[in-house]
């Protein structure tokens, strides 16, 4: 199966962004991809470049809402499943949300980011309230399908409860400036959570130069044994394809030795501190 991943910068101009990513989506379903993943806040600009202010939260949108209706109705009319990321209003309360679609078109669910952080140019608790989703894993036409939306990567718990939860993919949207990290170590990290949960890992992350920060982009997807089979460039604007065999995760090292010799019993308690 081939999966796509939508590395394309987001300008001022919503409506913009959101037809670019349109006619990306159908360029990558006409290409066969069967899953088609966006980055982090893919159709709007990285708001949390700067601190939160009375006018910060209008541009968040309900989901169901215009953008989900727009992608449900592509999916719909190519077959083709979608992870979305926005900027979601809910009631009085926003969130970093990833609606699932799947290839009817039906939206199956999403997933809120649960871990919010707070530094330079990532001012995101201004902007969202913690996720109220858990990890949930959508049993798709193409498979099964979790998401971990940016900051969330870095907690291993997060990513084991994918894996226990039977996910043969997750899908990460990522906004990832250049320079944030040491080279490679970003990288490496979804190398090992696919390595030791046995699913494919896909990280689409944001790029192009904002307000005060440039995107790096250079998506990248690893398989079940930790080795990156398709990676993006820096900084262009580009659909990256990879081809998937869910077949592979049951033989890999996670899914024959790691997940039967766990001993949760012993250590739940210590995650819940």
Same mark, same amino acid.
């Given at each position: 199966?081939?999966?796509?991943?939508?590395?394309?910068?987001?300008?001022?101009?919503?409506?913009?962004?959101?037809?670019?990513?349109?006619?990306?989506?159908?360029?990558?379903?006409?290409?066969?991809?069967?899953?088609?993943? !966006?980055?982090?806040?893919?159709?709007?600009?990285?708001?949390?470049?700067?601190?939160?202010?009375?006018?910060?939260?209008?541009?968040?949108?309900? #989901?169901?809402?215009?953008?989900?209706?727009?992608?449900?109705?592509?999916?719909?009319?190519?077959? #083709?499943?979608?992870?979305?990321?926005? !900027?979601?209003?809910?009631?009085?309360?926003?969130?970093?949300?990833?609606?699932?679609?799947?290839?009817?078109?039906?939206?199956?669910?999403?997933?809120?980011?649960?871990?919010?952080?707070?530094?330079?140019?990532?001012?995101?608790?201004?902007?969202?309230?913690?996720?109220?989703?858990?990890?949930?894993?959508?049993?798709?036409?193409?498979?099964?399908?979790?998401?971990?939306?940016?900051?969330?990567?870095?907690?291993?718990?997060?990513?084991?409860?994918?894996?226990?939860?039977?996910?043969?993919?997750?899908?990460?949207?990522?906004?990832?400036?250049?320079?944030?990290?040491?080279?490679?170590?970003?990288?490496?990290?979804?190398?090992?959570?696919? !390595?030791?949960?046995?699913?494919? #890992?896909?990280?689409?992350?944001?790029?192009?130069?904002?307000?005060?920060?440039?995107?790096?982009?250079?998506? !990248?997807?690893?398989?079940?044994?930790?080795?990156?089979?398709?990676?993006?460039?820096?900084?262009?604007?580009?659909?990256?394809?990879?081809?998937?065999?869910?077949?592979?995760?049951?033989?890999?090292?996670?899914?024959?030795?790691?997940?039967?010799?766990?001993?949760?019993?012993?250590?739940?308690?210590?995650?819940?501190?």
């Amino acid at each position: 199966m081939k999966i796509a991943l939508i590395q394309q910068h987001a300008g001022r101009d919503k409506q913009d962004n959101v037809a670019r990513a349109l006619r990306a989506f159908e360029a990558a379903a006409n290409a066969g991809a069967q899953v088609i993943g !966006f980055a982090e806040l893919a159709f709007e600009p990285f708001y949390p470049q700067n601190p939160a202010g009375p006018e910060s939260l209008r541009d968040a949108e309900p #989901v169901p809402g215009p953008i989900t209706d727009a992608f449900a109705a592509k999916a719909r009319a190519l077959g #083709v499943v979608c992870v979305l990321n926005l !900027f979601e209003r809910d009631g009085s309360r926003t969130f970093d949300c990833s609606p699932v679609i799947d290839a009817d078109g039906s939206l199956l669910g999403r997933t809120r980011m649960i871990h919010i952080t707070e530094y330079a140019c990532f001012h995101e608790t201004g902007y969202y309230t913690p996720g109220d989703t858990g990890a949930p894993v959508y049993r798709t036409r193409m498979g099964n399908i979790g998401v971990a939306i940016c900051y969330d990567r870095h907690y291993p718990e997060y990513m084991r409860a994918l894996a226990v939860a039977g996910a043969d993919l997750v899908i990460v949207p990522q906004a990832g400036s250049v320079g944030e990290w040491p080279e490679g170590l970003y990288e490496a990290e979804m190398r090992v959570a696919a !390595f030791q949960n046995g699913y494919y #890992v896909a990280l689409c992350n944001r790029v192009g130069e904002e307000e005060k920060l440039v995107f790096a982009g250079e998506s !990248f997807v690893c398989g079940p044994d930790g080795t990156v089979i398709a990676r993006a460039k820096l900084g262009t604007d580009e659909i990256l394809y990879a081809d998937v065999d869910f077949a592979q995760n049951a033989s890999s090292n996670a899914r024959r030795l790691f997940m039967r010799d766990r001993r949760p019993e012993l250590y739940a308690d210590w995650l819940a501190h």
